[in-house]
């Protein structure tokens, strides 16, 4: 009452004087925050008497405010946060009243919750006579609902969509909606919301609202986001809610071939797709020459091209539309990969090969003295892209080598000696001892072994014992590039 009373003696007083007694000096303001129901979380910022604001917490009050004593203006003024998410839009002030030292609302001279503002009375003197003033805000929420569409024929049916909806006062969830299907309604914070679509770049076609196009604030096809109005709603109450719709086409691959040397044009190289079947391209002289694969993939999907060896020649380069990415591997020797993350629309992926040199094989003969052993060398013959199978004998003498053959790059020999009464193969070594030059392990048992025809010179040594031994019974060395050990016979 003495707070109250005191008010009153000073608004008598104004008639009378121009400068009211109780008007002189200063007191203080204090300005807190509470939650009401739906509760609302984190800082909201309060100016008094129009000064700088400062930030309050929720459950919180600033420290005594000193202020000209007589009246105070105390107004919440909106924020937005990093995200563009304005406090003003998801909150509403439900109360605002005053305590300490008076009655309470004894110095709530005036207040408009809509206008987040209130004038409150100020007694000169210190803390103890402090004014406080308590902001209640509740949370303000509508309803969102997330709806998949496809392209007609774009082949998406009984698959699932994942995207995010972030929302002021740090809401976000996660919803999953199937195609030519829609998400529950979704509870969120009033204002707007952001929408979108995980994973890679999806190929977003289209991006609408309902019931009106001007609920969508904004759009990215390219990112797959949206930003969407919420309109205020009572709990339960979706009549106005905002209904978003992401519509969605996959995406295509082209595979074209470059003849990277003039011999090649018009030669037929064999791919795979994802480890499907064979796909058939022929080489030409830029882009023209392609293939477009009639499966469709899902845009942001891994892919994964291969390119099969084909002997006499070699992989000169790989690239993507668009300059995109991808992750290369294999060899010209078991086919060379590109995989990657399929992109919005069409991509085309471009392998361009040329001609490449020969290498050498060589074959050696170890084994007793005075022996000699029969070897059949079959693969690829000739230059590419005209190379042919073929193969050759030849006779190596224990402790010598065979004259090197020229034979086309990256192609498949296989070298096998011909059995010899009271012999057998102990070992069969290469080198170098790459282990990429192995197309088929060395079998001792059957004298065989595969070899892919790399640069440079290959040289593949037989060793021989006679037959019965240990050595004669054991594995060979394959590509370890080392001999093996023979035991003497008994």
Known sequence: MAKLLAVLVGLIGAAVFAVPAFAEGTGFVEVCKAAGSPAVTGSFAFSVNDAPSVSVGVGECTAPIEVPAGTATVAETPTTDANG???????????????????LNADLMGSSLSGRTATVAVTAGGVADTTIVTFTNVLVQGYVEICKQQVAGAGLDGQSFSFSVQGGMGFLQTATVPVNGCSNPILAPAGHVNITEQGAPTFVTSISTLPTADRLQSSSLSAGAATVAVLPAALNDVSNESIVTFTNNTSQLKICKVAGSPALLGSTFMFSVNGGAPIAVIAGDGTTHCMLIPSRFRAGSTVSITEAPTPGEALDSISLSDGRLFAGSGSDFIGNTATFAIGSGETVATFTNVLAAPGLLKVCKAGPAGTSGSFTIAGPRGTAPGTTQGADTVTVPAGSCSLPMSLPYASIQTITEAPQAGMAVSDIAVQPSDTFRIASPANPAAGTVGVFI??????????????????????????????????PPD
């Open 85 to 103: 998410f304005s406090d003003a839009d998801f909150t509403a002030v439900s109360d605002i009243r005053t305590t300490a030292p008076g009655a």
């Open 454 to 487: 790399a640069p440079g010179q290959t040289v593949v040594t037989f060793t021989n014992a006679a037959a019965g031994t240990g050595a004669a019974n054991g594995g060979g060395s394959g590509g370890a590039g080392g001999g093996g050990t023979t035991t």
